[in-house]
């Protein structure tokens, strides 16, 4: 495991739009500019993962020194499901997630390991594999309060270098998804739903996103399921009251996609 010396500054807390999971393999402009993120942040101590590919009915960490690389997708070519991610665990930074969460019973998971959600970005952040990754769950039985709340009470995190980090799609509407290799143009419902969000992150108007269901019906068809947008959630949480924001990470994939990333700090 490499040397974990602490950032002497505060760590950034950023939300990647993660696509399509062959942005794995791909070198495009995403993920060009996932490796130039990785390669500006300070140096973290370690990673924690919000991915929308682990929504189960309960809150939990992977627990484990060496999670799995856990391939969650079918029907993608050969070469995708050879790849490999062997990040180490964190069982300290496990012990620091549960402390923080109490009195929140959070259920230290020896199975789970990292998803494409968390290691198709990672991949290009840190090629190495030599920084510590934890993942925590979405509970999928809890309003979106309680994921920016518990994005609040993990913001402490920030300071003891850790890199918090949200992995999933502000508009993810897989059917209306292109999934030829030629490009086209964002629908203009997607187009509208993402310049509303960005407008909000700038205004620091988080109850706002958080109550996202009652900005409509660009709302409705741009998050038909919550999983890819209740990472932003935590993100928000762990963000400070009038903190610089950027979107180091811009663009449409595939019509319904939204690969836009958020950080604060």
Known sequence: MPERDTPAT??????????????ALH???????????GQRLPRPRAVLSVSAHWYVPDTAVTAMAAPRT????GGFPRELFEVQYPAPGDL??????????????????????LDHGTWSVLRHVYPDADVPVVQLSIDESQPPSFH????????PLRDEGILLIGSGD??????????????????????????TARELIVQGDHATLTNYEALGRDA??????????????????????????SFPIEGMDGGSISMLSVQFG
């Open 27 to 37: 070198d495009n402009a995403w993920t060009r500019g996932w490796a130039a993120i």
């Open 148 to 155: 920016y709340g518990l994005g609040r009470m993990l913001r």
């Open 170 to 195: 502000v508009v993810h509407n897989l059917h209306s998804y292109a999934w030829g290799r030629h490009p086209v143009e964002p629908f203009d419902w997607a187009q509208r739903f993402e310049a």
């Open 92 to 113: 300290e930074l496990v012990r620091r997630v549960r402390e923080l969460l109490r009195p929140l019973d959070v259920r230290a998971d020896v199975s789970w390991g």
């Open 10 to 23: 505060r760590i950034p807390t950023i939300f990647f739009g993660h696509g399509n999971p062959m942005n």
């Open 70 to 73: 856990i391939h969650d997708f």
């Open 220 to 245: 409705e068809l741009s998050i038909p399921t919550p999983d890819h947008y209740l990472p932003l959630l935590y993100v928000l949480g762990a963000s400070d009251p009038g903190e610089p924001v």
